[in-house]
Nanobody, 121 residues
Framework: VQLVESGGGLVQPGGSLRVSCVAS????????MSWVRQAPGKGLEWVST????????YYADSVKGRFTISRDNAKNTLYLQMNSLTPEDTALYYCHTRVVISVEGAAVDHWGQGAQVTVSY
């Protein structure tokens, strides 16, 4: 299993950015996938999750109405569209999924290497 993020960068406050996560080594459409971020000097913060099937979405209050999570199952790719960015959104954004590895339900967490998003003038 491999998750590879891309699309981070520097953007001014109020701007937009999209980060992507390409999954390989498993059928990503069968699993929910999430974005988690870590701001400088802080712990991990869950940002958003998209489910399987109809792709129901969930958002942290801090990003609701500004960020949109989506997935292209044909491309095994997860996206996070970020609008109206503020300096508080500056963080390393990680793609995450949990893959079941046994019939008993044992699972393994997988993380990408992270995409840096910096919001500043």
């Amino acid at each position: 299993v491999q998750l590879v993020e891309s699309g981070g960068g520097l953007v001014q406050p109020g701007g937009s950015l999209r980060v992507s996560c390409v999954a390989s080594g498993f059928t990503s459409s069968r699993y929910g996938m999430s974005w988690v971020r870590q701001a400088p000097g802080k712990g991990l913060e869950w940002v958003s999750t998209i489910g399987t099937g109809s792709g129901r979405t969930y958002y942290a209050d801090s990003v609701k109405g500004r960020f949109t999570i989506s997935r292209d199952n044909a491309k095994n790719t997860l996206y996070l569209q970020m609008n109206s960015l503020t300096p508080e959104d500056t963080a390393l954004y990680y793609c995450h999924t949990r893959v079941v590895i046994s019939v008993e339900g044992a699972a393994v967490d997988h993380w990408g290497q992270g995409a840096q998003v910096t919001v500043s003038y």
